[in-house]
């Protein structure tokens, strides 16, 4: 079986040769400040000149919105309902995202363990993924009903791929020597994958987690576009089809937020749970 | 050697299927004997068969011909004399040294015991890490990972330890220094050693007997007994017999070429 993997496991994150350069001897502080704020000062930069620009070229507003349009149209919807929208898409992308880990996981160890199983699923798999999940939808929708079941099918669908393969090459990726010593020692095969493999494969399968949570966004604001009441997802549609564009850059940020936090906590999650699969550097 | 054989090879045979159907011989017609408590080095070129003999023994392969026997028992499946280290140390990055030289009595029987943790406190004393037992593995240098892989492999106190290149990953000095602290773990702890290396002077030094392996498909093409004097230290280096055999291996190995 080749796979290919999205991944790369901790010990392939080698860094660049860092390169000094002798500066004057200026305030050592400010480099090391601006270092630490870039980021941050180049998002408020880019607010700054979006705001600048609309104003500047007297953009209309409902093609393109500045900041502060969109801070305040947001501030038309009273809050209890932008939470209400962003919570029916954070669960469905949760749901999702749970049954696609439920699912993927005893499905890459499946793989792992049997040619046989490998040869005959991973070709179903690979054409299951290989289906536009835009395309399919629609269809998926009209068999299951409107109800959270298909949007819930919907993210999984678009969530559960990366975590196979990757969860998979992991399980592969044991050094040989461990399964050697497995062997030798006469231990299960349930032990050699609960004791040797999946552990070793931990940097891969959080590589996989991280990918899914914004697959998972995704999915479920998809989900949203082609039948809901409620949701980010549903609210883009809505309020661009009476031109309400503020509100749905401002559904935007929200989703933007929503993703960013998911992604950020299985970051934490793998700090907490695995330190030891993460370069150095990163713990 | 008065003492019934530990391991003995008998007429052993090894073929492969190789990807494309056909078939390598990767040992052929192997015999030998190796006594209690004896340090044998099998020494070859690479491919030569080496870690396929150590499977052999570990009971991970089974020869396609002949048998290969442990206390005049054939080999049908691993068994428990044995301890094995590999080239790599291949620890487990998310347990500590302690956890690490304990993992074979957790992965064999799911838990462990109180009286191993403290066998292991004195492996990892006899391996001189006795102050590295809460350390993450990361924070040991190859030649320290090495010494746990060791401590590892005796934990389940086996009589037999096989030992595949233990030391040829490691840089120069620190590989002199790990065959030294092996000499002295082996002579604190007497096990029978099969030692697979593919250095001379680190077969003369460690080893009883050195069984010379000639390549593809790999057999005995002699089998040398060490006359350099124990205990063994930096001096045996210069003993005028360490470099009559290491030469006369040089010899025998380069001796195929003019064939
Ligand atoms: N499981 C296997 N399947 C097919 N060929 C193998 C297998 N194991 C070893 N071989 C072949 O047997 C020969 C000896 O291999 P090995 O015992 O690893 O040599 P060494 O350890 O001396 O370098 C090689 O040609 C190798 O390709
Ligand atoms: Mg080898």
New interface residues.
């Given amino acids: 079986m080749t796979l290919q993997t999205t991944s790369a496991p901790a010990s392939s994150a080698a860094a660049p040769p860092e390169v000094t350069i002798p500066a004057k001897p200026a305030p050592a502080r400010l480099p090391a400040l601006l270092n630490r704020f870039a980021p941050l000062l180049a998002f408020v930069g880019l607010l700054i000149l979006w705001e600048g620009g609309c104003r500047l070229f007297k953009v209309p507003a409902f093609l393109l919105p500045p900041p502060s349009a969109i801070i305040s149209g947001a501030q038309e919807i009273a809050w209890p309902l932008w939470l209400g929208h962003a919570w029916a898409t954070i669960r469905v992308a949760l749901m999702g995202y749970i049954v696609a880990v439920i699912v993927s996981i005893p499905l890459a160890i499946a793989l792992s363990s049997s040619k046989l199983l490998s040869r005959t699923l991973y070709p179903i798999i690979v054409v299951v993924h290989s289906m536009p999940i835009v395309a399919v939808a629609p269809i998926i929708v009209v068999t299951l009903g409107a109800s959270d079941l298909p949007r819930v099918v919907i993210t999984f669908l678009i969530t559960f791929f990366p975590i196979v393969v990757t969860t998979t090459a992991g399980l592969l990726a044991t ?1 040989e ?2 399964v ?8 299960s095969r349930f ?1 050699e994958i609960v ?2 493999r999946l ?1 070793f494969a ?1 940097p891969y399968i959080f590589s996989a987690l991280k990918i899914a949570t914004t697959l998972s966004v995704v999915g479920a604001v998809v989900a949203e576009f082609v039948a809901a009441e409620k949701g980010l997802g549903y609210m883009i549609m809505f309020s661009t089809s009476f031109f309400k564009i503020n509100h749905s850059f401002a559904s935007l940020a929200i989703l933007v937020v929503v993703s960013l936090t998911f992604f950020q906590t299985m970051v934490l999650l793998q700090k907490w749970l ?1 330190p ?2 993460l370069p ?1 550097s990163e713990r | 050697m008065t003492d019934d054989p530990v391991i003995s090879f008998r007429n052993v045979v090894q073929d492969f299927k190789r990807d494309d159907g056909g078939i390598v011989r990767a040992l052929d017609n192997l015999t030998f004997d190796i006594g209690r408590h004896e340090f044998v080095a099998v020494l070859g070129p690479s491919g030569c068969g080496k870690s396929t003999l150590l499977r052999l023994l570990a009971g991970l392969v089974f020869p396609t011909a002949g048998s290969v026997e442990i206390f005049g028992l054939k080999v049908t499946e691993p068994r428990d004399e044995i301890g094995i280290v590999f080239q790599k140390p291949t620890l487990l990055p998310w347990f500590n040294v302690l956890d690490n030289v304990t993992f074979p009595m957790r992965h064999k029987y799911g838990r462990v015991t109180q009286t191993e943790k403290d066998r292991a406190r004195e492996l990892l004393d006899l391996v001189e890490l006795g102050q590295f037992t809460g350390a993450g593995i990361d924070q040991l240098s190859g030649g320290m990972q090495q010494r746990v892989a060791i401590a590892r492999a005796l934990l389940l106190d086996p009589d037999i330890l096989l030992m595949d290149e233990p030391f040829s990953a490691l840089d120069a000095l620190t590989r002199e220094e790990m065959s030294f602290e092996l000499l002295r773990i082996w002579t604190e702890k007497p096990k029978t050693v099969l030692f697979i290396t593919h250095s001379i002077p680190e077969a003369v030094l460690l080893a009883d007997r050195i069984i010379v392996m000639s390549p593809r498909p790999g057999a005995v093409r002699e089998i040398l007994d060490v006359r350099v004097p124990r205990p063994r230290s930096l001096a045996s280096l210069s003993d005028p017999n360490f470099n009559d055999l290491a030469n006369h291996i040089r010899a025998s190995l380069f001796s195929r070429r003019a064939a």
């Fill in positions: 050094p020597e461990l050697e010593l497995s062997r030798s020692l006469r231990a032990r004791h040797i552990p931990l695995a030891w699969s150095r």
